[in-house]
């Protein structure tokens, strides 16, 4: 079973030892670990939860239409891209089949533990100033079960892995927002959260 060497201490050491990780079961179905990318002197951190259909395929983080939408934030908060670190809670896409299409389905507490080693092992090797927590299921991970996005997004907050983070909504929950309106709001929301963590960064 694939783990972090204990002797890792670069990203492209993490990199080549998670993509034969079978510390869960996604690996079977999935095409590909796709493991985070970014420079390891980035000082923000984006943490998602998993790979969608896109990434899996593609082999990088934030890809698809989640990423797309993720970068026209990062912008619009003044964030450059290609000076963050992007990564994901677990490395693996896990789907149903309907058909030809794979739907997205949300990983179990096994597999985010599991895949918690890797994400410990980016921390270290990155050290960033900020972490940005998108969506529960990063914010579970990092933070515990009992976080709530919806009571503390958008703040500087402790944690347990020692550096500060900002919590804040998924990019593809403002892709399903029902209306133009609410989908705006969604967004200028999330800008506004992002900013917050720009100015730690
Ligand atoms: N959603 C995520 O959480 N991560 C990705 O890499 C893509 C979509």
């Given at each position: 079973m694939a783990q972090p060497p204990p002797t890792a201490r670069s990203v492209e050491q993490l990199r080549e030892a998670a993509a034969?990780?079978?510390?869960?079961?996604?690996?079977?179905?999935?095409?590909?670990t796709v493991f985070g990318e970014g420079?390891?002197?980035?000082r923000m951190m984006l943490v998602g939860e998993q790979p969608g259909d896109q990434e899996d395929l593609q082999?990088?983080?934030?890809?698809g239409p989640a990423g797309r939408l993720l970068e026209r934030a990062l912008d619009e908060a003044?964030?450059?891209?290609?000076?963050v670190y992007i990564t994901n809670a677990v490395k693996h896409f896990r789907f149903t089949r309907r058909g030809k299409r794979r739907l997205h389905e949300k990983p179990n507490a096994g597999q985010i533990r599991a895949c918690r080693p890797w994400l410990d092992g980016e921390i270290e090797a990155v050290r960033p100033r900020i972490i940005v927590l998108l969506g529960a299921t990063a914010a579970q991970a990092v933070m515990?079960?009992?976080?709530?996005v919806s009571k503390q997004r958008g703040e500087v907050l402790n944690s347990p892995v020692g550096l500060p983070v900002v919590a804040t909504v998924h990019p593809s929950s403002i892709l399903r927002a029902a209306d133009n309106e609410s989908r705006e709001a969604a967004m200028s929301s999330f800008i506004a959260d992002l900013r917050v963590a720009a100015k730690h960064a």
């Open positions: 034969s990780c079978q510390a869960c079961d996604l690996w079977v179905e999935a095409t590909q420079s390891e002197h980035s082999g990088k983080p934030f890809v003044g964030i450059d891209r290609r000076r515990g079960p009992a976080f709530r």
